[in-house]
């Protein structure tokens, strides 16, 4: 840890009797400040703190990134000692006064999570090859997708600032985290104390500290960031090449999970001329088993994708590395690299479903339940089978839109395209013909879909099994998007 237990604890009594929370700086500091901080307008926040009591201190100290003077900040954070605080890097001496070693984060309703500071607050400083991250948009996605359904056993791989980790005690009984860096388990297990919560943390690489170990959930961020396999910092780096923590996070997720569990984890992959993505990502669990669902959520260009890494690092202005790492991307053809998370369960099925898709459209939160949910309509499907399907009666989605693309011609105007859309969840739009939007029409909950498409090859003069056959697969398709939702008997 950074402190000792007892110092710990001193600091938890600080932070809690100055009421330095999220809810408690808020309240402190009102809307229009809060909403400055959100922005690193801190003009407001720090008008409001101008009298440096306990609570304003901190806010002066650690979201402001103020220097104050020594008395302000012993009396902020007594019981904890300066000299204690000094020891552990949480403040840092700074001309005549102290200002923040580290990002002392109050985060949710009464967490802190402790990290390092960002690169932007410290210009010049290089960053430390082993930087524990920060709350910032990857990790927060993966907090948003994990699904938060009650398990035994949760898994934090590559825990960091051990912010996956909390979320997981939440809803697992057992949590274990780990990481391969020395320096961010002493930050995981000061954030987890800090907390009041009780993690097993094992230091090494990727799965080998739970090698022959099985978990109900099991979540990872790791070093995504895709190039020539150097390392240069380890939240970031692999020291794989190219996408290879990827397809080596599937290879090893089938030895990591109880039956019926699940594991998620974001990642990035290459775009190579010539090559599709979606094959490409779908090839890492062939021979898994498990079933999986990978939406990507954005795609860069090579040259935005190594500015924007560049910069988390603060390296944006060395044109050498740019230009290595531009090299690497064209002498593999890489022409973009997506990003997105990746659902995997292990369902134990001879035919498990592996669906590679866009989703780059913005979804309506929580996206975990979304995602549980999608594993749930395929067990459906896979219940029912192709049959099933069309014995079942189907409701469209609450809220179904149809929006309709039309060009006026000499007989007024004539439809050139029908598209369903999902105001709500997910968010899916989907192109449809005729015959799927009289379906979908008459979806409401009172047919089976079988007696729907008698009628409708009666009226269209087609053989009701060839209609079947055909509108089956377009069914299960819109089950699966949770277009059409089946009722329940
Ligand atoms: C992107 S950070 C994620 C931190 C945190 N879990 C989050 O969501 O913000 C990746 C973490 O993985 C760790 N890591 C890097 N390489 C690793 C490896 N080979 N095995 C285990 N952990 C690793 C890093 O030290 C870092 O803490």
């Known amino acids: 840890m950074l402190l000792s237990p007892a110092g710990v604890e001193a600091l938890r009594t600080?932070?809690?009797?100055?009421?330095?929370?999220?809810?408690?700086?808020?309240?402190?500091?009102?809307?229009?400040?809060?909403?400055?901080i959100a922005r690193n307008d801190f003009r407001a926040a720090l008008r409001a703190t101008a009298d440096r009591d306990p609570l304003a201190t901190l806010i002066r100290v650690f979201i402001c990134d103020q220097t104050e003077p020594e008395a302000a900040v012993a009396a902020a954070l007594a019981p904890l000692t300066v000299a204690e605080a000094l020891a552990g890097g949480l403040v840092e001496r700074h001309g005549d006064g102290l200002r923040a070693g580290v990002d002392l984060e109050p985060y949710a309703d009464d967490w802190w999570v402790l990290a390092d500071l960002p690169v932007s607050s410290r210009p010049g400083r290089p960053?430390?090859?082993?930087?524990?991250?920060?709350?910032?948009?990857?990790?927060?996605?993966?907090?948003?997708?994990?699904?938060?359904?009650?398990?035994?056993?949760?898994?934090?791989?590559?825990?960091?600032?051990?912010?996956?980790?909390?979320?997981?005690?939440?809803?697992?009984?057992?949590?274990?985290?780990?990481?391969?860096?020395?320096?961010?388990?002493?930050?995981?297990?000061?954030?987890?104390?800090?907390?009041?919560?009780?993690?097993?943390l094992l230091r090494g690489d990727l799965v080998a500290p739970v090698a022959?170990?099985?978990?109900?959930?099991?979540?990872?961020?790791?070093?995504?960031?895709?190039?020539?396999?150097?390392?240069?910092?380890?939240?970031?780096?692999?020291?794989?090449?190219?996408?290879?923590?990827?397809?080596?996070?599937?290879?090893?997720?089938?030895?990591?999970?109880?039956?019926?569990?699940?594991?998620?984890?974001?990642?990035?992959?290459?775009?190579?001329?010539?090559?599709?993505?979606?094959?490409?990502?779908?090839?890492?669990?062939?021979?898994?088993?498990?079933?999986?669902?990978?939406?990507?959520?954005?795609?860069?260009?090579?040259?935005?994708?190594?500015?924007?890494?560049?910069?988390?690092?603060?390296?944006?202005?060395?044109?050498?590395?740019?230009?290595?790492?531009?090299?690497?991307?064209?002498?593999?053809?890489?022409?973009?690299?997506?990003?997105?998370?990746v659902s995997l369960r292990r369902g134990g099925h001879a035919d498990p479903v592996v669906r590679v898709e866009d989703l780059r459209q913005r979804v309506e939160p929580p996206m975990g339940?979304?995602?549980?949910?999608?594993?749930?309509?395929?067990?459906?499907?896979?219940?029912?089978?192709?049959?099933?399907?069309?014995?079942?009666?189907?409701?469209?989605?609450?809220?179904?839109?149809?929006?309709?693309?039309?060009?006026?011609?000499?007989?007024?105007?004539?439809?050139?395209?029908?598209?369903l859309a999902m105001p709500h969840g997910l968010r899916w739009t989907e192109e449809i013909d005729p015959l799927v939007l009289a379906l979908v029409g008459g979806a409401d909950g009172r047919l089976p879909l079988r007696d729907q498409l008698a009628l409708l090859a009666a009226a269209h003069d087609v053989a009701p099994e060839e209609l079947a056959e055909a509108a089956g697969p377009i069914v299960a398709h819109l089950v699966e998007r949770g277009i059409v939702e089946p009722v329940s008997d």
């Open 127 to 200: 960053l430390h090859s082993e930087h524990v991250l920060g709350i910032g948009g990857a990790t927060q996605t993966l907090i948003g997708a994990a699904v938060r359904r009650p398990v035994e056993t949760a898994l934090d791989l590559g825990t960091g600032s051990g912010v996956q980790a909390l979320h997981l005690a939440t809803h697992a009984r057992r949590v274990t985290a780990t990481d391969v860096s020395e320096r961010a388990l002493r930050f995981a297990a000061t954030t987890a104390a800090l907390n009041g919560q009780d993690w097993e």
């Open 14 to 36: 600080a932070l809690s009797r100055a009421a330095y929370t999220s809810n408690g700086i808020a309240d402190r500091l009102g809307p229009q400040a809060t909403g400055g």
């Open 212 to 341: 022959g170990r099985r978990f109900d959930l099991v979540v990872s961020n790791p070093p995504f960031v895709v190039g020539p396999g150097t390392t240069t910092h380890v939240y970031r780096d692999s020291g794989r090449v190219g996408d290879a923590i990827g397809a080596e996070l599937a290879a090893a997720a089938p030895g990591l999970l109880t039956e019926g569990g699940t594991m998620q984890y974001l990642a990035n992959w290459v775009h190579v001329t010539g090559e599709d993505w979606g094959e490409r990502v779908a090839g890492w669990f062939a021979g898994t088993g498990l079933d999986a669902w990978v939406v990507q959520r954005e795609v860069a260009d090579p040259m935005a994708y190594v500015n924007l890494w560049l910069t988390d690092v603060g390296e944006a202005a060395d044109p050498h590395r740019a230009a290595a790492w531009l090299d690497w991307f064209d002498a593999h053809k890489v022409e973009a690299v997506g990003f997105g998370i």
């Open 369 to 419: 339940e979304r995602i549980a949910a999608w594993f749930d309509r395929q067990d459906w499907l896979r219940a029912r089978g192709a049959d099933g399907v069309l014995d079942a009666r189907y409701r469209a989605a609450e809220g179904l839109q149809l929006r309709q693309e039309a060009t006026m011609g000499d007989e007024g105007w004539a439809v050139d395209r029908q598209v």
